[in-house]
């Protein structure tokens, strides 16, 4: 990976369920258009080993890294226009998260929040789970990224990994540049039950390239304003999920259209639905269209390409670590 004055952007994402449109309207559309503009180096990851920190099946696993792959593909992740590859096709990423272990305090991973929350009532709960952390460490420092998109969510893991590189650095020498968070300005979607973070797990989802009577069906069902029980009744836009999809995906006109007919009560639930249910089927067809032409072969070929480039870098900077840190007998270049 050549040297750039561009920004060099990493992020992640685990194949640990379905694609759903909160996966799509939160991070994947947005990292679409970072690579149709071009403006910046951007490597984008299937982080798996991420994923094996809770029970998993492996025939499952490996099923969901292609699908996700595909779907990325699909959403506009150019294999040619950045670098998509698989997390554990380089063993670089482990490799550095042991080193990055020895300069992270224990305590700082007991506090982060994430861990608190699904590790809770939990009868096994894996080391993994509990390191989990570093790993997202060493997957953005491998790389020297300066720029990490992320959710609102794992912005305290992305301040665990400055911490490490001033520890590293002030032990070291001056290895890494210190990441910086870019929250992503979509706004978050919730399940269609209306209640939580939409979710594969919680059976509140919407699969992004489910068909579209079936995407329809899920949608046709979802939650709105709990206080409107008659069509007659004003609705609060502000509080609707529906309208929330609908300033992610509908044009500015359509949204004022939405707003006037829900609080005047001109429109009732179900007639605000199906016209986002129309401008999603606009936006998702053509996606559909260019998943159905890549097969395991296209997925796998473009894994490989994004796995080579991916840890071309990746081995220049752990030999730079391995030396900073005294490691190895010199007997191997």
């Keep these: 990976m050549a040297s750039t004055d561009r920004a060099r952007v990493f992020s992640g994402i685990q194949p640990s369920g379905e694609f759903h449109i909160g996966n799509y309207l939160g991070a994947a559309r947005q990292w679409a258009s970072m690579v149709r503009d071009q403006k910046e180096e951007l490597l984008f990851c299937i982080v798996d080993a991420h994923a094996i920190t809770v029970p998993f099946e492996p ?14 593909i699909a959403c506009g992740l150019d294999p040619d226009k950045c670098t998509l590859f698989v997390q554990s096709d380089v063993p670089e990423h482990t490799e550095l998260a042991w080193y990055l272990a020895a300069v992270t305090p224990m305590g700082d991973l007991g506090r982060m929040t994430q861990f608190k929350e699904k590790s809770e009532n939990k009868d096994f709960v894996s080391c993994a789970l509990f390191t989990y952390p570093v790993l997202m460490s060493a997957d953005i420092l491998l790389y020297k990224a300066t720029v990490v998109p992320v959710g609102d969510d794992q912005v305290q893991h992305v301040e665990l990994a ?51 009577d079936e995407f329809w069906g899920k949608l046709r069902t979802a939650f709105t ?3 409107r029980l008659r069509k007659s009744d004003p609705g ?26 829900c609080t005047q009560a001109k429109w009732g ?14 936006e998702l067809t053509p996606l559909r269209e260019k998943r159905a032409s890549l097969d395991d072969d296209a997925v796998r070929a473009a894994l490989a390409k994004g796995a ?26």
Aim: net charge positive; with cysteine.
């Design 269 to 282: 639930c179900m007639d605000c639905k199906k016209v986002l249910w129309e401008n999603f089927d606009r």
């Design 236 to 261: 609060r836009p502000e509080v609707c999920n529906i309208y929330t999809m609908h300033k992610a995906v509908s044009p500015e006109a359509t949204c004022n259209e939405v707003y006037a007919n």
């Design 59 to 72: 025939a499952e696993l490996k099923r969901r890294i292609l699908a996700l792959t595909r779907d990325l």
């Design 225 to 227: 304003d709990p206080q």
């Design 308 to 333: 080579e480039k991916a840890r071309a870098t990746a081995k220049e900077t752990v030999t730079e670590v391995r030396t900073a840190m005294g490691l190895g007998s010199g007997a191997v270049r």
């Design 162 to 212: 400055r911490e490490t590189v001033r520890r590293f650095n002030h032990r070291f020498g001056e290895i890494f540049p210190e990441p910086h968070p870019r929250l992503s300005t979509a706004t978050r979607i919730k399940g269609v039950d209306g209640n939580a973070k939409m979710s594969k797990s919680k059976n509140n989802s919407i699969a992004t390239f489910s068909p579209p």
